[in-house]
């Protein structure tokens, strides 16, 4: 069974930084994209990053609004996906969710439950 | 501002047809396949259609997608109670190197 359990969130002040961590299972992890998404308080979805597999070197992808802040990364010896979030702002308050994709495009076939990031200015 | 549109709201009775639309351009919905997530009050979202028209194990028959041009759209038919959620439509956006998400449709059966 497939299962990814973030970690990570909590409250932290404005321009602080914050780790979150993706532990997944279930699956070969190293052959599959992860990425992160967020949602805000009664908003919608946002894609915040995605990093490729080895095949595609892990290569990374970001959201205009974290670029330049956030990092994703990976260690597919311990099936986890990391997001260094720095120069933390209040509007990146959100849950944020870990995701698997399948294939290609935006196949996102398995979420995590999610975790709450506060940033308080 | 999302870069897919969506109507923010749609509804029907137990039992009718429910039909959500997607609006893209070229760079999305117009050179990739789209896909739909739902997601339940309170919980994470799920995908629900992919590739268009595709729908993993586990998904009701009842629901349903396709796609023409830079527009897709999403169908329920047969809604019913536990369909109460918000429906997201999703696509690779070739300008955005990343995917691009629909605002989101809350969907009521009245």
């Known amino acids: 069974e497939v299962q990814l359990v973030e970690s990570g969130g909590g409250l932290v002040q404005s321009g602080r930084s914050l780790r979150l961590s993706c532990i997944a299972s279930g699956f070969t992890f190293g052959d599959h994209a992860m990425a992160w998404f967020r949602q805000a308080p009664g908003t919608g979805l946002e894609w915040v990053a995605l990093i490729r597999n080895r095949a595609y070197s892990g290569t990374t992808e970001y959201a205009a609004s974290v670029k330049g802040r956030f990092t994703i990364s990976r260690d597919d010896s311990k099936s986890i996906a990391y997001l260094q979030m720095n120069s933390l702002k209040t509007e990146d308050t959100a849950i944020y969710y870990c995701?698997?994709?399948?294939?290609?495009?935006?196949?996102?076939?398995?979420w995590g439950q999610g975790t709450l990031v506060t940033v308080s200015s | 501002q999302s870069v897919l549109t969506q109507p923010p709201s749609a509804s029907g009775t137990p039992g009718q047809r429910v039909t959500i639309s997607c609006s893209g351009g070229n760079s999305n919905i117009g050179t990739s396949t789209v896909n739909w997530y739902q997601q339940l009050p309170g919980t994470a979202p799920k995908l629900l259609i992919y590739?268009?028209?595709q729908r993993p194990s586990g998904v009701p028959d009842r629901f349903s997608g396709s796609k023409s041009g830079t527009s897709a759209s999403l169908a329920i038919s047969g809604l019913q109670s536990e369909d109460e959620a918000d429906y997201y439509c999703?696509?690779?956006?070739?300008?955005?190197?990343?995917?691009?998400f629909g605002g989101g449709t809350k969907v009521t059966a009245l």
């Open positions: 590739s268009n028209n």
């Open positions: 999703a696509a690779w956006d070739d300008s955005l190197s990343g995917p691009a």
């Open positions: 995701t698997r994709r399948d294939g290609f495009a935006a196949k996102f076939d398995y």
